[in-house]
């Protein structure tokens, strides 16, 4: 395919009902125009964005403009980059604006990442301890990080109780043997545009056996550029490269991913129909 004539995604003609799960639309590559961004979202058949909050602060700054759009809604979780800063504060920070804004609909993205470890593990581990107890006490559903953490993480869930709990592991990019591990405890799966890399076999072969009722689509933008765009900023308009690429691997219509992975999200985030 040339570059000129890459497909827009709004030609893909999808239902206005998707619901793309993870952005970053308060990060700095978006502040110049944020609302072409949502209108391509929306051309291209987006009905929700769910935008992830790093920190209170990022919501505090953020949030009263992101407010007033249509079709967001919100999560708020210390990412574990920075779990040296969470402190007693912080958590009270969070739980009250929980309990302020019915629009933060999850908790996360919490977790472990052993790839960077811009935090060191025991001070990540603690700080997604104490964001899960949070996530406990205001009976909310949680977003998940983990990278080269895998085992880590799923012996801190199971031993704080959140088996059958309202969980989404977000941007899996692991095995079939990963995928049916979290299935097996009751939780979702989020899938990111870098199913589309041909040389990723293992989370290519992963979503041929995730259901369309565990499953979620998401772009983690401005990160994880589908292909054909790799190396570009990434949007929510992307992720209809997702849901084409999925419905290829499953051999179904791309229709049918859309639409049942939006009813997955919705349910998932108690969204207004
Ligand atoms: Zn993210």
């Not at 933060?104 to 060191?120: K, M, N, Q, T, W």
């Not at 704080?160 to 043997?177: A, E, I, N, V, Y």
Request: charged fraction near 25%; glycine fraction near 6%; aromatic fraction near 8%.
């Amino acid at each position: 395919m040339s570059s000129k004539k890459q497909v827009q995604p709004h030609a893909f003609n999808l239902p206005l009902v998707g619901v793309e799960t993870h952005a970053h639309l308060d990060f700095p590559e978006f502040a110049e125009d944020l609302d072409q961004v949502l209108r391509r979202a929306a051309q291209t058949g987006i009905a929700w964005i769910g935008n992830i909050f790093l920190s209170p602060d990022a919501y505090q700054t953020h949030a009263p403009l992101l407010s007033q759009k249509t079709g967001l809604f919100f999560t708020l979780g210390v990412h574990p980059h920075e779990a040296v800063t969470v402190n007693e504060d912080v958590l009270a920070d969070m739980e009250q604006l929980f309990r302020e804004d019915d629009n933060l609909r999850a908790v996360g993205e919490i977790g472990l990442d052993f790839y960077r470890h811009r935090s060191p593990p025991d001070v990540q581990i603690k700080a997604f301890q104490n964001q899960l107890a949070l996530t406990r006490d205001l009976e909310l559903p949680v977003v998940i990080h983990s990278r080269e953490a895998e085992e880590e993480t799923l012996r801190i869930l199971q031993d704080m109780g959140f088996k059958g709990r309202q969980l989404l592991w977000h941007c899996f990019g692991g095995s079939p043997d990963l995928a049916a591990k979290i299935l097996a405890q009751g939780w979702h799966v989020s899938i990111p545009g870098t199913v589309t890399f041909p040389n990723n076999t293992n989370l290519r072969e992963a979503v041929t056996k995730i259901p369309l009722s565990r499953m979620v689509l998401e772009t983690d933008c401005p990160f994880l550029t589908p292909h054909p765009f790799r190396g570009k900023r990434n949007e929510p308009a992307r992720m209809a490269y997702t849901a084409a690429e999925i419905a290829k691997l499953k051999g179904e219509g791309l229709e049918k991913i859309w639409t049942e992975c939006a009813a997955t999200a919705e349910k998932f985030f108690s969204l207004p129909a």
